[in-house]
């Protein structure tokens, strides 16, 4: 066993989108593809900040969601860590620790960071999706700055340390050595569970599911299926078979686990029969995000986060009240009405979950959420699918109200914001930036524009303040709202792996009772038409519709 420096040269493009570096697989299995990113990052950290803050001497959690890859990457990435001077890696047993999980055992264990080998809802298998993430101390993911650092460093490492030893068995739990760095590998539920037993009201879920109550969580063969099977079925006793789709597969199975109505149909199925259970859940890739359903009835994720602000002290986690919440600029307005009514602060900041750690950890808010089904609070640092779904769990044992009827009732108190997110997939790289520069041209004229009986009130390239650390981050999503408080937003994915995705979010508000029952996209129709009209998403695409329409 010795520690190896090898020579490497730069390769480009290896810059973190908005959730980490995401590439497809043939990408990633380059020969020093992996390596230089990870020896980069390391770099870094070692640069970063005073002596008491570098890496040597660090433990570091290691886990990914099961994906092809994900088991070969580990023991490259431990071999790189015994060579950088790593004192402990706690890697979850086979390779396995969903996002939320990283962050809980990164949080309760103190480590330095972490490491997530994941690319989330991107499809799996050779043909697919790799990505890598690093978690900072937090627990969150890392910030811009120093994500833009190991970018740079990426393009010029010529250098990697690392160890020639051979692999670590990934299966069995407990110590091993690896050069002078010890592997702990962990079971990847445990840390995880602990925390959800903080949180929720776990005899009242129990007697729920004595009781009868039936429950389907659609885990799409992704990581989420060993957390929602241990602590659902084991642990508070609901049926064997409430968690299916229940095994992480390298390649899921063929599924795309997007817990989006499209990409999760089977589930929507089972929700619409004669015998549907009385909630339904998806999770997707790393189980960091959610989509809920009550009996017949969908929510949206901007409802979602909306009605948990509104019952958070229902929940024993949340007794005390809420500090505050947060969403995501595209997000729907329907939690800031909820917060106006509480008296809570709200804060607006661009896309990814990145951007709510400041919010979070200088105690301005309690919860986040994002449009793309993605909720979650402080007790991590990530956005977090089955803690979603134990929340609404408790919500509908504390309230004894069904998931629909939860939901209509806030809408009569607090009115409906219609909102849809319209996905136009695999476009040219060309023509997405394109319309994107020509709309922000068109910006400084729309302001008192009509458009039939709207009017424009403003118009621009949405720019956030991080209000904690004062940094600034440009671009994020082109805005246009209207006089009646609907919203167009523009956007490009920063999470795709081929061509360009266009994002187009759109939202109104409605108040009067009688008018909240229309199906969606009928309701947000015009707002579809006046986007069109805009950008030329048509004409520029050669598209006749979004490819996803959410
Ligand atoms: C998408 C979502 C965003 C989410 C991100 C990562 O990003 O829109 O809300 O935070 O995925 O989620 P983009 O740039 O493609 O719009 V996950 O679950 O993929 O880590
Ligand atoms: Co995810």
């Not at 994915?493 to 081929?498: K, L, R, Y």
């Not at 229309?518 to 519709?545: D, F, H």
Request: net charge negative; charged share 20%; aromatic share 8%.
């Amino acid at each position: 066993m010795a520690i190896q420096t090898i020579p490497t040269q730069p390769f480009a493009g290896q810059r973190p989108g908005t959730s980490g570096l995401r590439k497809k697989v043939a990408v990633f299995t380059q020969p020093r593809y992996l390596e230089n990113f990870v020896q980069a990052l390391f770099d870094v950290l070692h640069a970063s900040g005073s002596e008491a803050q570098a890496l040597n001497g660090q433990t570091l959690v290691l886990g990914g969601d099961g994906r092809f890859y994900n088991r070969t990457a580990v023991q490259i990435i431990l071999k790189l860590a015994a060579a950088n001077g790593v004192a402990r890696v706690l890697l979850g047993r086979s390779g396995i620790l969903s996002t939320p999980a990283v962050s809980a055992v990164i949080r309760r264990r103190q480590a330095f960071g972490g490491i997530v080998l994941s690319a989330s809802h991107n499809p799996g298998g050779p043909e697919g999706d790799f990505g890598i993430k690093y978690n900072a101390g937090n627990g969150g993911p890392a910030k811009e700055t120093l994500t833009e650092a190991v970018y740079a460093r990426t393009q010029v490492v010529r250098e990697l340390r690392i160890s020639d030893a051979p692999d670590i068995d990934l299966d069995r739990l407990g110590l091993q050595q690896l050069e002078h760095m010890q592997v702990d590998v962990i079971d990847p539920v445990t840390d995880y569970a602990a925390v959800m037993r903080e949180l929720f009201d776990f005899e009242l879920l129990r007697g729920m599911f004595q009781r009868g109550f039936r429950v389907r969580v659609d885990a799409m063969n992704a990581v989420g299926g060993p957390y929602a099977r241990a602590i659902l079925e084991s642990e508070l006793g609901a049926p064997t078979g409430t968690v299916v789709h229940a095994e992480p597969l390298e390649d899921f199975g063929g599924l795309h686990p997007d817990p989006n109505p499209v990409n999760a149909e089977d589930l929507i199925n089972h929700m619409q029969g004669l015998d549907a259970p009385d909630f339904g859940a998806a999770m997707d890739g790393d189980a960091d995000r959610n989509m809920v359903l009550g009996r017949h009835f969908v929510v949206t994720p901007s409802d979602s986060l909306a009605l948990m602000t509104a019952h958070a002290r229902l929940i024993p986690g949340y007794q005390g009240g809420l500090l505050g919440v947060a969403r995501s600029m595209p997000t729907s307005a329907a939690v800031d009405r909820v917060a106006r009514a509480l008296d809570l602060p709200c804060f607006e900041t661009p896309t990814g979950w990145k951007f709510f750690g400041n919010l979070l950890d200088a105690g301005c808010v309690s919860l986040c959420g994002e449009e793309s089904y993605g909720t979650g609070s402080s007790h991590v640092r990530e956005k977090d699918g089955l803690w979603a779904i134990l929340f609404w769990l408790n919500l509908q044992g504390a309230t004894g109200k069904s998931v629909e009827t939860l939901v209509r009732e806030h809408w009569r108190v607090h009115g409906r914001n219609y909102y849809t997110r319209h996905d136009y997939e695999g476009i040219a790289v060309d023509a997405a930036n394109a319309l994107m520069t020509d709309v922000r041209a068109e910006l400084p004229a729309l302001p008192g524009r009509r458009f039939g009986s709207r009017q424009v009130v403003l118009a621009d390239d949405f720019s956030y303040t991080d209000p904690v650390d004062g940094s600034v981050s440009g671009q994020q999503g082109i805005r246009l709202m209207f006089d009646d408080g609907a919203r167009v937003i523009f956007r490009l994915s920063g999470t795709g792996t081929e061509g360009a995705t266009l994002r187009l979010y759109l939202e109104r508000y409605e108040a009067d009772v009688a008018q909240q029952d229309q199906p969606v996209q009928q309701a947000l129709a015009e707002l579809a038409a006046l986007a069109e009209q805009v950008a030329g998403i048509r004409g520029r695409t050669g598209m006749t519709g979004p490819t996803v329409a959410t």
